[in-house]
């Protein structure tokens, strides 16, 4: 069975000296990988040209965002109290749940920023959870041809002890320059790779720089090539099939139109979502709701 490649459309982020980012979830041919739900990618951006990430407070609800950098530094404040740096090989997830607020901003003496920025849809019953912040620091593994972090769930005989509410795989992957590599994968789940640098073979399918292979369930190994005198670099997602059908509109997760509208007029009237303190700005507005309702939408079969 060949990949699905799924191309990246450019996102703005901000201003006139907006970051521009590359987004290859959601979109028409795939919601979902597992719940993986959100997936931009940005970078390498010189910040002197582009003013870096300043991005004010603003909410979440029915998620968890998952921070991951190659380069730089980002100041990450929450509406829990917490103040914590997002830096290169260490993973710092934030759940919404009921509703959090937070800031992120490239730190001063960043040069270059590039990452990714993942979200994770909560199942139902869990997506009203209390906020929570989790930081950790997954140490490097070596296989044949690669190294591999694993940030969450299982994966090269090593895991993540950072909590998930559905089954998940989150890791980096560097593969060696005309390298083969064969990992034992979960036959239940959905696999993404996102390449970051580098040329490689997923499934017998080629996939550039920015674009993300899509395998479905029912396989036990992923046999990735690089082909190229350089190293490749890549974003491991998997997860089972995330079966629920959600609405993801501006920062918010819900099941209907009312849960995203409540959770609209909560943040506006500053209600539910809590304060971050130590940003010297105003909270970001929400964008007025659209004039026909919100439709569910689950994953592609």
């Not at 036959?187 to 080629?206: C, I, K, N, S």
Request: net charge negative; charged share 20%; hydrophobic share 35%.
């Amino acid at each position: 069975m060949k990949a699905d490649v799924l191309s990246a459309r450019a996102v703005p982020l901000g201003g006139p000296r907006s970051m521009t980012v590359r987004r290859t979830l959601p979109q028409r041919a795939r919601s979902l990988i597992g719940a993986w739900c959100f997936v931009d990618h940005y970078g390498p951006d010189d910040v002197a040209e582009t003013g870096g990430m300043d991005v004010a407070p603003h909410p979440h609800t029915g998620l968890q965002t998952v921070s991951w950098l190659f380069t730089g530094e980002i100041e990450h404040r929450d509406s829990l109290g917490t103040h914590a740096f997002v830096r290169p090989g260490e993973l710092n997830l934030m759940t919404g749940g009921h509703g959090i607020s937070h800031t992120e901003v490239s730190t001063p003496h960043t040069t270059v920023l590039h990452g990714v920025q993942l979200w994770v849809a909560l199942p139902d019953e869990h997506r009203h959870a209390a906020r929570d912040f989790q930081h950790y620091t997954p140490p490097p593994v070596e296989v044949s041809g690669a190294e591999v972090r694993v940030f969450l769930g299982e994966l090269a005989g090593t895991a993540s002890p950072v909590r998930t509410f559905t089954p998940l795989l989150g890791a980096e992957l560097v593969l060696q320059p005309h390298a083969t590599t064969t990992l034992a994968v979960d036959t239940r789940f959905e696999h993404g790779l996102l390449v970051d640098q580098g040329r490689v073979t997923m499934a017998g399918t080629p996939l550039n720089p920015a674009e993300l292979g899509y395998l479905a369930p029912g396989h036990d190994t992923l046999t990735l090539t690089n082909d190229t005198d350089t190293a490749a670099r890549l974003i491991l997602l998997g997860g089972t099939p995330f079966e629920e059908e959600i609405i993801m509109w501006w920062n918010f997760i819900g099941r209907s139109h009312e849960d995203i509208a409540q959770a609209r007029s909560d943040w506006m009237t500053g209600t539910r979502f809590g304060e971050v303190k130590g940003y010297d700005g105003d909270p970001l507005p929400a964008p007025e709701l659209p004039s026909v309702p919100l439709k569910p939408r689950g994953r592609v079969r």
